[in-house]
Each structure stands twice: as C-alpha cells, then as structure tokens.
C-alpha cells in the first residue's frame, strides 16, 4: 500500500523567501511521485512529477522537487517566493503496475500563505 | 483549462436523492478517474476506467457506480445520498492506462451539496 505524508498543513512565508514544501511518501514498489497545486475554485494542476529519470526535478512557475530514496522524501522548493503561488499544494504517489494502475494517493495538503 | 469538463459545476440536492456527474476526457486521452476531495478525508481516488473498462476501483461506496460510455465521457451516479457525500468530485483523465506515471489532468470539478 501506498500513503503519502505532508509534514506541515500550512506553511507561511514573506514573498521573495525560499519555499520549502515537505512530502515522505511509503510504497513498497518504485514509485511515480507528483506535486499538484489547486488554486481556490480551482482544479489541480500538475507543477512536475518524479518518473524514475532525473533525481532533481524541474516544473513549472520556477519550482523544483528532489526525489531521495534513502529518506523517501520528495519536498517542493522555490529559490523566491510570489504572491501568486499562494495555494495548495499536494503531493501523490502512483505506483507503477499491479492492479493500481494510474491511481494517485494524495497527502493532505499543505496551504501556502506569502505575506508581503 | 486543461481541457478536462465536468458538468454541472455545482449540485445542491435532499438525503436520500440521486445525481449524475458528468466529465469529458482531454481529447485523446483514454483513461478517466474520480475522486472526491472532502474536508475530513482530503482527495480519495473512487474508480478508474481505460477505453470503456473500469482498470481500478479504490474507496467507492456502494450506492455509487460510474461507467464511461464509447465516446469516452464518463458519468458517476451518486444515490441514496447522505449529508457525508457533499463533497467535490473531481475528474482527471491521462492518455493510457496509467501504469508508466503518465500526467492525469484534473477538471474544475463538480461541488455537491447534500442538504
């Protein structure tokens, strides 16, 4: 079974200070990991997913995510925060066969607040 | 807009009713899924389908079903409605199976609201 932790329920920053968004995931097979964002009213948008390539992972809106299998940990950063990535931001795991398919198990979420 | 619709954005119904959700994958894509975000269980996948089939099903009550019809729209039937199903469901659809990571993209969702 898959599960995902997100270690903080709200996070709160000054615009322009480093993001540090934390997510441990648990799967006993290699896993697909993924950082979406949901704006209010919003749908979930994909900001970039770990697929067994490149360990650091670019995405878009200048975020970044590094997968380490040795603490299991796949925390979302950005170098300076903006107003605009004010958000919620979930991490999810899928892993890659079995009878799971495509399915993503999500963390909680983690709220995003950038004060001026 | 990532090209995924679902139909109607909001619900308001009585305990007991029974309501259709509607979504329609990204063109091309063959895979749909459900979920249902809700303020004490956080998003929970429900059911997934492939080209017509359902592939995998996750913490789906009994009183919902879904299927997806040729055209590969799909459609999640809510009955015997309780307070605890007022929730958003969301729709995302991914080009394949997948089995390989490949991206699910979410529609805006259907908020229903159980009174």
């Known amino acids: 079974a898959q599960s995902v932790t997100q270690l903080g329920s709200h996070v709160s920053v000054s615009e322009g200070a480093l993001v540090l968004l934390r997510c441990n995931y648990s799967s006993s097979v290699p896993p697909y990991l993924f950082w979406y964002v949901q704006y209010p009213n919003q749908g979930l948008q994909l900001l970039l997913k770990?697929?067994?390539?490149?360990?650091l992972v670019k995405g878009i809106n200048g975020f970044e995510a590094e997968f380490k299998k040795s603490e299991t940990s796949f925390h979302l950063t950005k170098p300076s925060a903006h107003m605009s990535d004010a958000a919620e931001y979930f991490c999810?795991?899928?892993?890659?066969?079995?009878?799971?398919?495509?399915?993503?198990?999500f963390g909680q979420g983690t709220i995003l607040t950038v004060h001026p | 807009d990532s090209g995924v619709t679902q139909t109607p954005k909001h619900l308001i119904t009585a305990t007991g009713q029974r309501v259709t959700l509607r979504c329609s994958p990204r063109?091309?894509?063959?895979?749909v899924y459900w979920y249902q975000q809700s303020l004490d269980q956080g998003l929970q996948f429900l059911i997934q389908y492939y080209n017509g089939e359902e592939r995998a099903k996750g913490n789906i009550l009994e009183r919902f079903s879904a299927q997806q019809f040729p055209d590969l729209h799909s459609e999640l039937n809510l009955s015997s409605l309780e307070l605890g199903d007022s929730a958003l469901y969301f729709c995302?659809?991914?080009?394949?199976?997948?089995?390989?990571?490949?991206?699910?993209?979410f529609g805006p969702g259907t908020r229903l609201l159980v009174l």
């Open positions: 995302a659809s991914s080009a394949r199976a997948g089995r390989t990571g490949e991206t699910q993209y």
């Open positions: 063109s091309g894509d063959l895979s």
């Open positions: 770990y697929t067994s390539a490149a360990t």
């Open positions: 999810a795991v899928s892993d890659a066969g079995g009878t799971s398919y495509g399915k993503l198990t």
